[in-house]
């Protein structure tokens, strides 16, 4: 079983907003909504 290729990134810019950065290779997202 091989591992999974993915990475999500949370990082503020210089203007102070959030930012959400999510790489994959062959990956399902899921993202619950509030």
Not at 14 to 27: A, H, K, S
Request: hydrophobic letters at 30%.
């Amino acid at each position: 079983m091989e591992p999974n290729k993915s990475n999500i990134i949370i990082y503020q810019t210089e203007d102070g907003q959030t930012r959400i950065e999510v790489r994959m290779e062959e990956e399902t997202v899921w993202l619950s909504q509030q």
